[in-house]
């Protein structure tokens, strides 16, 4: 063991060495963030090491991405997808998971999703063929849609992702909407309050 | 699923939800970041998921503290207890394992540790019953020791933790040393440089 050597946590048991670098790989874990959560899996008892390693074991194997929407899901197609009670003719595309939970919070909203898994954004290199627009097109085409819902962030990426979509679906003769901008611009869907993203989903407009 | 039940991540699937009250239990890690930490898990690739699991299990299995100085170690007694190059008759007492790394970073010290595991802190309900404060009497009294160096942390805790320390050794015949006040007062050991730390021990003084 040779305390001077430079690097991550350097002087620790290889073992906590070993998992403070996993917990850097995290996004937003500094190396000082990584010491502190290698620490408390030391403290913790048994079993709640246990269940966090389990927990993470479990991610893997048993949640996926639905076939037809790409929301997160543990059966497929998801549990929305599968509703025959949902207006499957009306399809709300968003950009994350965390976005179909704000508006199935908001609970007006009785159609179907379409998740995207990001937005365009050219600076970050996330291009067309990242996202899930190629599924979105053959959804469309399949003739079951009459009219996608577009609620990407109302900001200027959120704003130009719905553009790109409205240009690729209207030629397919849907109706194309945008929710109403009474979402603060700027802002995004999951900081927004149930009723204003109720609001939001009913003043929608055609682009 | 009802999304609008209210908690922590509803309407995400049950394993998504069970791992993210897993990262909510980490020390400093609220309810976005326990999100963003699961979004982490489900989009790593298998490989890494599986390193992170297996890397909370080792250390789990694997590290314990040291019988003799209560250091966090994968051998009993760890590498510094057990090397016949190190003077084991000067113990210096630390708070933290991270303290012990520090002072061996600086590469001046030459005798052995006491970890206490924490410090005295009566705000916060710690007492000495709750540090490894008899083992280090037993230490003591075992008649090997010939010097402890009392490195807490040059605050108001640290300093009280120095007091206690001296009080309850100095009877026994040993003599007890306070780390020169050449570290910043109000500072700890982590954040001091290398070099602040030897002079620090080299300038120690008897209380």
Do not use: W
Not at 74 to 99: F, G, M, N, Q, Y
Request: net charge negative; glycine share 8%; aromatic share 4%.
């Amino acid at each position: 063991m040779d305390a001077r050597a430079p690097g991550l946590a350097a002087g620790y048991p290889a073992s906590m060495r070993r998992l403070c670098e996993a917990f850097s790989r995290m996004p937003g874990v500094g190396r000082r963030t990584a010491e502190r959560l290698t620490y408390y899996v030391l403290r913790a008892s048994s079993d709640e090491a246990a269940e966090l390693a389990a927990a993470i074991q479990a991610v893997k194997q048993s949640v996926g991405y639905c076939s037809v929407c790409h929301n997160v899901t543990e059966t497929d197609p998801c549990e929305i997808c599968a509703d025959p009670r949902r207006d499957h003719a009306t399809v709300c595309v968003v950009e994350e998971p965390k976005d179909v939970i704000a508006i199935e919070a908001g609970g007006e909203y009785r159609g179907v999703y379409h998740v995207l898994l990001g937005r365009l954004s050219p600076l970050e290199g996330v291009e067309a063929e990242d996202l899930t627009l190629d599924a979105l097109s053959q959804r469309v085409r399949s003739g079951q849609v009459r009219e996608i819902v577009i609620a990407t962030s109302p900001n200027l990426e959120g704003d130009g992702t719905a553009l790109y979509i409205h240009r690729q679906l209207a030629p397919l003769g849907v109706k194309v909407t945008r929710i109403s901008r009474d979402v603060p611009s700027g802002s995004s869907l999951e900081h927004s309050s149930p009723s204003i993203i109720n609001d939001a989903i009913l003043g929608r407009r055609e682009m």
